[in-house]
């Protein structure tokens, strides 16, 4: 009886054991707690602007408007003029280039490709007024405009078409008194709007973040924590935090969720660990475009068909447009699944001077830097813009054509439809050479998804990449991912092995069986 | 037939080492290959958390386990040697067909035979200290302490995982031919009885003498 209690103890006490050390207390998030307050807390401005006797005036001439601002604010003006929301354009370095002095101004990108020969309608969000050629002047401070991102009535416009300059006619006795820190309609009003038009660009920043709800975005939701977007884009003498790596290359000066959630924001330990290797907008981004459709795609190359001899658009159902004779074919996509990148915080641009390299699958308009092996990576979420953009088949060069102008017959090709001379016009205001033929090339741009952020409720679970079908991480190359990562060698000797084993153990068996009944039968 | 007698061969903390760790290694198997992604049945997450747990467990039976070894003298019966091995490998070969006799006497003092003990030797040194390391290097190589990540200077999971995997596909052919060697006693039942009940029958010794030792059996070794 001894033996059988002993038997019993010695397989139901590991089982207890283990029930033990299973029981997991479960603890509150005190961090986030924590943080829920810090956002609720106001912000109250420290002046009424409609108390200042400056103001009390109408204004017609923008500039006249900025110099009131810099006769209180004398030292905000030279700040201004060495931001990046003004110059368009910083000194970075880049891994195999050296010291380069790249942004908005001179770089391509993978929508309307540039601001050449268009500034007077692209540099309708630049921060400034009347930049319409490359004889701007970026020393003069009264040339910002402080208005498109202080204004806190939400009614400031820019002139479509007004190379920045507001629309003529606007009440600037009250917006003027009632400018502030800025808010999410200000920054979004250029943000949400990149590529042409609500959420084409980033597929993440867009109008419905204004009124979304926290599912949408839990930091900027309504109904979540109603943050703005200079509460983690925080900036110090107009020097803002963030990081958007269509026009930017180095590691440096990035807005992360590090910086109120630091590096070990979980309670359980695991998903700590995963830090090291996948960006927190990995699992906590699952999907972007939650509301409206973003640009997933834009075929340059069709652009200039008419029907009936007249230019003409097509839309899907939801009122997106697919075809444009202005501008090609358009594919988009609304809750899309990012693709996995490894990033450490660097990037190259393909510069408008680059040899197009004809025999590759796509050309990178710019390149994410960072593996497996580099210990400053980790997985990010990005959006890939897929498209196809002209070049010099001759020069290996990419093409920029003018596409706007103010009255048609001047070779722009959103007036005229004329490639042709859209791309000569284009070159020659660049001072590039131009071989006269065109083609076109197979584009990628790469933009890292990081708001829209899902509550954590919503977040990938493990097995969304822990798996062998349809992991996330599939395509993510360099690293053993333990669930997904399969050694086929490993697994077909393994289970040889074992199948060896039954084998030797059954034909051993079936002999002894044999045997045995002979011996007893003698 | 030959004649058998009753012998205490396994005592009560062995009996419970073994059956723990069968248990272990059979939870841990089935906990492991799903972390693998060879099947579903946990859940990843619950898989992992199971496994990572069971692994302590373990560990902890180890630790117990080689300090029971040492202050018994039981780690000698893991002593390799040449003698009879080749009548055993010969035994499970060719006599174990014909009904001869085991080549090595089981008694309290040597329960292992010369293959026994080279196998549950190399489990012991090789199999078992693989897979806790690689396992350790697994949970730890890298981890989260006081707000920052500390690695152990593991550059990739890859051979860690795949030490692992395949110090687990071997342990499951261990498995499989030990389930099938323990019918080979005098009866088909007669080792499984053993070990749960700490009782063996077996073949009695013609020339037998010590009889009187065997059935003595708290008797300590050293």
């Known amino acids: 009886m001894k033996n059988t209690v002993t038997f019993i103890l010695s397989v139901v006490v590991p089982l207890i054991i283990i029930t033990v050390v299973l029981r997991d207390a479960s603890e ?96 309708r969000c630049h921060a400034g007024f009347g930049w319409d050629d490359m004889d701007f002047d970026f020393t003069n401070p009264y040339n910002i405009d402080c208005l498109v991102c202080h204004d806190n009535t939400g009614t400031y416009e820019k002139l479509k078409g007004g190379a920045g300059y507001p629309t003529p006619g606007q009440d600037f006795r009250t917006i003027v008194q009632n400018v502030g820190q800025p808010k999410k309609e200000n920054c979004g009003y250029c943000h949400f709007h990149g590529g042409g038009g609500n959420n084409v660009k980033h597929g993440d920043l867009e109008m419905a973040l204004l009124t ?65 290797k996948i960006a927190c907008q990995t699992c906590h981004i699952p999907e972007y475009a939650k509301v409206n459709a973003t640009k997933m795609y834009w075929d340059w190359s069709t652009a200039g068909r008419l029907d009936d001899g007249k230019i003409f658009e097509l839309y899907d ?45 796509y050309l990178e308009i710019n390149t994410l830097f960072g ?7 980790r997985i990010i979420p990005v959006k890939v813009h897929r ?40 070159m020659k205001y660049l001072d590039r050479p131009y071989s006269g033929k065109w083609n076109f090339v197979n584009t990628e741009m790469y933009l890292p998804v990081n708001h829209m952020v899902s509550p954590a409720s919503q977040a990938l679970q493990c097995q969304d990449c822990h798996t062998r079908e349809n992991s996330r991480m599939q395509l993510v190359e360099g690293s053993y991912i333990p669930g997904n990562t399969k050694y086929a060698a490993v697994d077909n000797m393994g289970v040889m092995l074992i199948i060896l084993s039954f084998i030797g153990v059954f034909i051993h068996a079936v002999i002894r069986y044999f045997s045995v009944k002979k011996l007893k039968q003698s | 037939m030959a004649k058998t007698e009753k012998v205490y061969i396994y005592k009560s903390y062995e009996r419970f080492w073994h059956w723990t760790q069968a248990f272990l290694i059979f939870f841990l198997a089935l906990t492991g290959f799903e972390v693998h992604g060879s099947f579903s049945f946990f859940g990843f997450e619950s898989a992992v958390d199971l496994h990572n747990k069971a692994a302590w467990a373990f560990i902890i039976l180890t630790i117990f386990t080689i300090f029971w070894h040492f202050t018994t003298g039981e780690w000698r019966q893991y002593l390799p040697t040449t003698e009879n091995l080749r009548a055993q490998a010969e035994y499970y070969i060719f006599g174990i067909f014909r009904n001869a006799p085991h080549p090595t006497r089981k008694t309290t003092l040597s329960k292992l035979n010369p293959l026994q003990r080279l196998v549950y ?67 088909v039942t007669s080792n499984l009885k053993a070990m749960i009940t700490g009782w ?23």
């Open chain 2, 200 to 222: 063996e029958e077996l073949e009695k010794d013609e020339k037998e003498d010590d009889k009187k030792k065997n059935d003595e059996p708290e008797k300590e070794i050293s």
């Open chain 1, 212 to 276: 979304a709800s926290r599912e949408v975005d839990v930091h900027m939701g309504v109904d979540g924590a109603n943050m703005e977007c200079v509460d983690c884009h925080t900036a110090e003498n107009h020097v803002m935090k963030g990081r958007y790596y269509g026009v930017s290359s180095t590691n440096e000066r990035r807005a992360t969720c590090e910086q109120c959630h630091t590096a070990n924001p979980h309670i359980d330990d695991m998903l700590n660990s995963h830090v090291a």
């Open chain 1, 387 to 426: 498209g196809r953009q002209p070049y010099d088949p001759v020069h290996l060069s990419i093409l920029q054509a003018k596409l706007w102008d103010r009255e048609p017959g001047k070779g722009a090709l959103w007036l005229d439809l004329d490639w042709e001379r859209a791309l000569i016009e284009g």
């Open chain 1, 371 to 377: 593996d497996a092996s580099d210990r400053d990576s």
């Open chain 1, 28 to 123: 509150e998030n005190t961090k986030l707690a924590e943080l829920r307050k810090e956002q609720s807390i106001p912000h109250i401005p420290g002046v009424d602007h409609s108390k200042h006797e400056v103001l009390q005036r109408d204004f017609d001439n923008p500039h006249e408007i900025t110099a009131t601002c810099l006769s209180c604010h004398t030292e905000r003006g030279e700040e201004l003029l060495h931001s990046f929301h003004f110059t368009w354009e910083r000194e970075e370095f880049i891994e195999g280039r050296g010291v380069t002095y790249l942004g908005k101004k001179n770089l391509l990108n993978n929508f309307c490709t540039g601001i050449f020969s268009n500034e007077s309608t692209c540099n």
């Open chain 1, 317 to 361: 159902g939801e009122g997106n447009a697919i075809y444009q004779s202005i501008k090609g074919d358009f594919e988009w996509k609304t809750n899309v699944e990012p693709e996995y990148f490894w990033f450490n915080g660097t990037a190259d641009h393909f510069l408008i001077s680059d040899k197009v390299d004809t025999t590759a699958a």
């Open chain 2, 121 to 187: 030797l190399s489990l012991k040194i090789l199999v078992f200290p693989v897979m806790i390391a690689s396992g350790l290097a697994y949970m730890f190589y890298r981890y989260p302490s006081e707000g920052e990540i500390v690695e152990l200077g593991i550059s990739s999971l890859e051979r860690v995982a795949l030490a692992h995997t395949i110090g687990a596909y071997i342990l499951i052919a261990f498995v499989v031919v030990h389930l099938y060697l323990i019918t080979t006693g005098h009866t």
